[in-house]
């Protein structure tokens, strides 16, 4: 295995950070921006109505 450099495992603290606030703070564009664009994800329905209280859901591909 080959062992990352501060400056990596530093970019990969702040990324899970970004995710964690994105996340606890509904931002769903900020939480999407976060991905690649070949990335999928499905959420419960529990999880969308909580998103839905707070913002829109939106695709990448423009369908909502």
Same mark, same amino acid.
């Given at each position: 295995m080959?062992?990352?450099s501060v400056e990596n495992?530093?970019?990969?603290?702040e990324l899970i950070a970004k995710? @964690?606030?994105a996340w606890d703070g509904a931002d769903i564009e900020g939480f999407a921006s976060l991905f690649t664009?070949?990335? @999928?994800c499905r959420?419960?329905?529990m999880?969308?109505?909580r998103l839905m209280l707070k913002s829109p859901v939106r695709r990448r591909? @423009?369908?909502q």
């Open positions: 080959t062992e990352l495992q530093l970019q990969i603290h995710y @964690g606030f664009d070949q990335a @999928g959420f419960s329905s999880v969308r109505k591909s @423009g369908r």
